[in-house]
């Protein structure tokens, strides 16, 4: 009866570490996505600096790079940078906006003062729409193209060219779905 307890607790523990090693083992940028090429959850929101109402479905017929961040998020900082440029660069072939994630709007407008605001920059005040689009963590990017369909998503900070890759790739058509 003694040596029950011992194996029971050796056999839960090595369950645990195998699920454990499996679920945080992975790399998020390999674990597949399961809204590409379906419709974008559709979104109406607040602009943070103008009150704007900003909406998805206003949005028909253009593309749109949608960035989630927060200003806490070291990375999100050394992120913006490129999303300024690419506003400024790529803002012809397709709409930037920023979501601001679990963030107070006083710090938010502090991070842009300091960094640059060339793109609308929306609240998300329960983080609902990160919730439709599966963020978990920031910064995280979504590319939607001018029919609403999501064509990908970068997590993690962009670089220049992978973003610039990302917006041409949205005024391509559509691959069809395979039969």
Same mark, same amino acid.
């Not at 974008?40 to 960035?67: D, H, I, R, Y």
């Not at 070291?74 to 300024?84: A, D, F, I, K, Y």
């Given at each position: !009866? ?12 090595? %369950?645990?570490?195998? *699920?454990?090693?499996? @679920? ?6 390999? *674990?597949?996505?399961? !809204?590409? @090429?379906?419709?974008?959850? #559709? ?5 943070? $600096?103008?009150?704007?109402? *900003?909406?998805?479905? #206003?949005?028909? @017929? ?7 961040? %927060? ?16 506003? +400024? ?5 397709? +709409? ?6 679990? /963030?107070? /709007?006083? $710090?938010? +407008? ?13 609240? /998300? ?5 990160? *919730? ?18 999501? +064509? ?12 610039? #890759? ?8 559509? %691959?069809?779905?395979?039969?």
């Amino acid at each position: !009866m003694r040596w029950k307890l011992p194996v029971g607790l050796a056999v839960v523990s090595v %369950a645990l570490l195998v *699920v454990l090693w499996k @679920g945080f083992g992975r790399d998020p940028h390999e *674990v597949p996505f399961m !809204m590409q @090429g379906k419709p974008a959850p #559709a979104f109406t929101l607040k602009a943070l $600096n103008t009150g704007e109402t *900003v909406s998805l479905a #206003a949005l028909k @017929g253009q593309p749109v790079v949608l960035n989630f961040w %927060a200003s806490w998020c070291g990375p999100c900082e050394g992120e913006h940078p490129v999303l300024e440029w690419g506003a +400024r660069k790529l803002g012809q072939d397709a +709409r930037f906006l920023g979501v601001i994630f679990e /963030d107070t /709007d006083d $710090n938010a +407008r502090a991070f842009l003062r300091r960094h640059g605001e060339s793109f609308t920059q929306l609240v /998300d005040p329960r983080s609902q729409m990160a *919730v439709d689009y599966g963020v978990a963590g920031v910064p995280e990017t979504y590319f939607i193209d001018a029919d609403g369909i999501i +064509r990908g998503k970068h997590v993690g900070p962009i670089d220049p060219d992978t973003l610039e #890759a990302a917006v041409r790739a949205l005024r391509e058509p559509a %691959a069809a779905p395979a039969r």
